[in-house]
C-alpha cells in the first residue's frame, strides 16, 4: 500500500505565485521527510528536509510546513519561477531504513 | 564529478535478454540503494546494502532480480530474462549511515526498455 500519499497529481501556477504541494503519511515511526525535485530524464536531486521536531523549515524560497499530529507535511514553493517546472516528490523514511516515495506532482510554472 | 554514477544509462534489449546495470556510489557511502521508477510514479524501493551486506529485498525483487555489492563499493543490478514490464528507469542512491541528517543522493538513472 501506498505509506505517503502525495496531492495534487499536477500543479499549473503563475510566475511569481506560490506553489503548494502537500502529503501524507500514517506510520508514526517516520522520522525523516525529505523532498526531492526532479527534471526529466534526470534523477531525483535532495530539494529540502524536515524532521518531526519542528514545524516549519525554510531555505529560500522552499519552505516545509510538518504537522505532526496531522501526519501531514507539506511544499510551499514562494515566488514560483518557470525554472522550477519539475516533479516534486515527498519522502518519507524510518531510521535507518529504506525511503518511501509519493506519487510525484508535476509542476508547471506559466511565465 | 564525485556524485553517484550509473552505467549504462539506456540500454534497449529484446524480452529474455539478460541485463546488468552498475551503480558507483559517492566515496566512503556505506549505504547503497537500488530503486525503480516508472513513467508518472515515484521511485519505488527494491533493495539496499550496508556495505557488502544486502539488508533488505522488496517485494518488487522476484527471482529474476539479483543485486550483488561484492567489495562494498560499486554495486550491480541484474535482471534475467527480461520481460516487457520490467521497462523502466533503474535508480541507484547512497547515503553514509551516521552522519548528519537521512539523506539519500541519487545518480542519473539507467533506463531500461525491454522490445
Known amino acids: 500500500q501506498q505509506q505517503v500519499k502525495q496531492s495534487p497529481q499536477s500543479l499549473i501556477v503563475q510566475k511569481g505565485g506560490i506553489s503548494i504541494i502537500n502529503c501524507a503519511y500514517e506510520?508514526?515511526?517516520?522520522?525523516?521527510f525529505p523532498w526531492y525535485q526532479q527534471f526529466p530524464g534526470k534523477g531525483p536531486a535532495l530539494l529540502i528536509a524536515?524532521?518531526?521536531?519542528?514545524s516549519e523549515k525554510k531555505e529560500g524560497r522552499f519552505t516545509i510546513s510538518f504537522n505532526k499530529s496531522a501526519k501531514q507535511f507539506s511544499l510551499h514553493i514562494m515566488d514560483s519561477q518557470p525554472g522550477d517546472s519539475a516533479t516534486y516528490f515527498c519522502?518519507?523514511?524510518?531510521?535507518?531504513?529504506?525511503?518511501?516515495f509519493g506519487t510525484g506532482t508535476s509542476l508547471t510554472v506559466i511565465p | 564529478d564525485t556524485g553517484v554514477s550509473q552505467d549504462p544509462r539506456h540500454k534497449i534489449t529484446k524480452r529474455g535478454q539478460n541485463v546488468t546495470f552498475r551503480c558507483d556510489p559517492i566515496?566512503?557511502?556505506?549505504?547503497l540503494y537500488w530503486y525503480r521508477q516508472t513513467l508518472g510514479q515515484g521511485p519505488e524501493f527494491l533493495t539496499y546494502?550496508?556495505?557488502?551486506?544486502?539488508?533488505?529485498k522488496s517485494r518488487l525483487l522476484s527471482d529474476r532480480f539479483s543485486a550483488e555489492r561484492p567489495k562494498g563499493s560499486f554495486s550491480t543490478l541484474e535482471i534475467q530474462r527480461t520481460e516487457q514490464g520490467d521497462s523502466a528507469m533503474y535508480l541507484c542512491?547512497?547515503?553514509?549511515?551516521?552522519?548528519?541528517?537521512?539523506?539519500?543522493?541519487f545518480g542519473e538513472g539507467s533506463w531500461l526498455t525491454v522490445v
Open positions: 542512491a547512497s547515503r553514509l549511515t551516521g552522519s548528519s541528517g537521512n539523506t539519500i543522493y
Open positions: 506510520n508514526t515511526a517516520f522520522d525523516y
Open positions: 524536515i524532521r518531526p521536531d519542528v
Open positions: 519522502a518519507a523514511s524510518k531510521p535507518g531504513n529504506q525511503f518511501y
Open positions: 566515496s566512503e557511502h556505506n549505504r
Open positions: 546494502f550496508q556495505n557488502e551486506a544486502q539488508l533488505e
